[in-house]
């Protein structure tokens, strides 16, 4: 009974030494992850990149000094007004900076020793965009970072509609100069051109304009007006409204295109592989036969 009884104690024991060490490591591992910092709490918005704008509203905090907290807006002279330190010029700042210009007015003037300063961007006013024409929502975007590019604003404003042409239109100002920049959008995407997907500055105007379309009429079967695709020849306009009625023929195809003075000119048999341009009318004759 005495033998039985020590196997049983050696046996417990050699359990309890070999789960010892794993214990151990879950629980080392347990408080390495409880003392380690969340980067979630890192708020959003506080990207070194983005520079402050002209109404851009913002949440000032001082650490360990509740009495300095302050949410105010960016004015017209790129400057707000803060406590003990009177006015302070931020705008066109990165926020990094900005913190680092308050905590130097607090230092310098012997209010904090080393005084902590976050910004948090609550609202951003100062650093858009307008985004017109087909979209699905038309309207203002923010630049949240320096190099926000033209198809990411895209995106944002809920992609082209469905009424949509390729020519996308890029219009501001760069280095105090007028810009402008039409950008064909689609052939960008297609043909691998990213030099083409511009970064975007405050206050650009980006417009997508509206499909081209195409008209035709006479010996068709479903005259009216179609969307222009990309490199159309007049051939597949043809396909596209049905084909010729039978009555139509071939032979009889008159091409109506305005000039660029404005005039209307009238090309007879344009040839079926001509590409088909913006407003075109084509017409189609009753066969003689």
Not at 202 to 230: H, K, L, M
């Amino acid at each position: 009974m005495m033998a039985r009884t020590n196997a049983y104690s050696f046996l417990i024991a050699a359990f309890m030494l070999a789960a010892s060490p794993l214990t151990a490591q879950e629980n080392t591992k347990t408080q390495s992850q409880a003392s380690s910092p969340s980067q979630d709490r890192l708020p959003a918005e506080r990207r070194p990149e983005y520079r402050l704008g002209i109404g851009d509203t913002i949440r000032i905090q001082v650490f360990q000094n509740a009495d300095l907290l302050l949410e105010t807006r960016i004015s017209e002279n790129d400057s707000i007004t803060f406590p003990l330190i009177g006015t302070v010029r931020i705008g066109q700042l990165p926020i990094v900076d900005a913190e680092q210009v308050i905590a130097k007015s607090l230092r310098d003037g012997g209010f904090i020793k080393q005084p902590q300063v976050i910004i948090v961007l609550v609202q951003n006013r100062g650093n858009q965009v307008s985004v017109l024409g087909q979209v699905n929502r038309p309207g203002r975007y923010p630049l949240d970072t320096v190099s926000v590019r033209l198809t990411e604003i895209i995106a944002t404003a809920g992609g082209m509609s469905a009424t949509a042409s390729d020519m996308v239109i890029v219009s501001g100002t760069r280095d105090g100069k007028p810009f402008r920049k039409e950008i064909d959008f689609s052939g960008m995407l297609l043909l691998d051109k990213p030099e083409s997907d511009i970064v975007l500055k405050p206050d650009d105007v980006i417009y997508v304009d509206r499909n081209p379309v195409f008209y035709i009429y006479g010996e068709i079967q479903r005259p009216g007006a179609y969307r222009i695709e990309r490199n159309m020849t007049v051939r597949q306009a043809l396909a596209l409204s049905g084909g010729l009625a039978p009555r139509g023929s071939e032979r009889g195809l008159a091409l109506h295109r305005r000039g660029d003075d404005g005039v209307i000119e009238v090309v007879k048999d344009p040839g079926l592989n001509n590409p088909v341009r913006r407003d075109d009318v084509l017409q189609i004759f009753q066969s003689i036969f």
